[in-house]
């Protein structure tokens, strides 16, 4: 089985400072990982996935996330925050031997950032 | 235009109604899924579908009924409604075949009230 946990309902940061919210993951092979992201009103909208390589993944909008093994952990940083980022981040996980292709998805933290 | 578009965006209802939420897409994507969205707990997946013949039921598909009408259309029916179905529900696509990593793309939600 496959699971993915957001320990913060949400994380508070200033707008110009750096963020974190943080992602830890479950499966039994490989995993492919996601960050979503949701605006008000809005469908969720793919941001960045780590598949192979590069453990520092780069995505929209100045985001980034870094793959840790070791930590089994996905976190998504962005070096200085803005407002227009205030929103709720998902993480998702699949394994790469899962042919279903179904994503688990974490609860979502919801990213307030205070000019 | 959208290219997952969710009608209707909004609908209130009571207890024992049958409600159907539609969607449609112009991705050209084989793989259709919904998905419910509850504070808290994330995406939970209710039915997916990889073709017009091939329908699949998720983790919470208690419930719930599907129907791939076409491949751009799949619709998610709520046989006799109940309040604790209350919640954010969302179309999403996905591409078939080795070049699908699993990401998604979500149509804009449908919001049901269920008193």
């Known amino acids: 089985a496959q699971s993915v946990a957001q320990p913060e309902d949400q994380v508070n940061v200033a707008e110009g400072n750096p963020l974190t919210v943080k992602c830890t993951y479950s499966?039994?092979?490989?995993?492919?990982l996601f960050w979503y992201v949701q605006y008000p009103n809005r469908g969720l909208q793919f941001l960045l996935k780590?598949?192979?390589?590069?453990?520092l993944v780069k995505g929209s909008y100045g985001f980034e996330a870094e793959f840790n093994k070791s930590q089994t952990s996905f976190h998504l940083k962005k070096p200085s925050a803005l407002v227009s980022d205030s929103a709720l981040y998902f993480c998702?996980?699949?394994?790469?031997?899962?042919?279903?292709?179904?994503?688990?998805f974490g609860g979502g933290t919801r990213l307030m950032v205070k000019p | 235009d959208a290219d997952v578009t969710q009608t209707p965006r909004n609908r209130i209802t009571k207890t024992g109604k049958r409600i159907m939420l539609e969607c449609s897409q112009t991705?050209?994507?084989?793989?259709m899924y919904w998905y419910r969205q509850d504070p808290g707990l994330g995406l939970r997946l209710i039915y997916y579908s990889f073709d017009v013949k091939d329908i699949n039921k998720g983790e919470i598909s208690d419930g719930y009924s599907v129907s791939r009408q076409a491949q751009a259309k799949f619709s998610l029916s709520l046989e006799s409604a109940i309040p604790n179905q209350t919640a954010l529900y969302f179309c999403?696509?996905?591409?078939?075949?080795?070049?699908?990593?699993?990401?998604?793309?979500f149509g804009e939600g449908s919001r049901l009230t269920v008193l």
């Open positions: 991705k050209g994507h084989d793989r």
């Open positions: 999403a696509t996905s591409e078939a075949g080795t070049v699908n990593t699993g990401e998604l793309f």
């Open positions: 780590y598949i192979t390589g590069d453990n």
């Open positions: 998702a996980v699949r394994d790469m031997r899962n042919a279903g292709n179904m994503l688990t």
């Open positions: 499966v039994s092979g490989n995993p492919y």
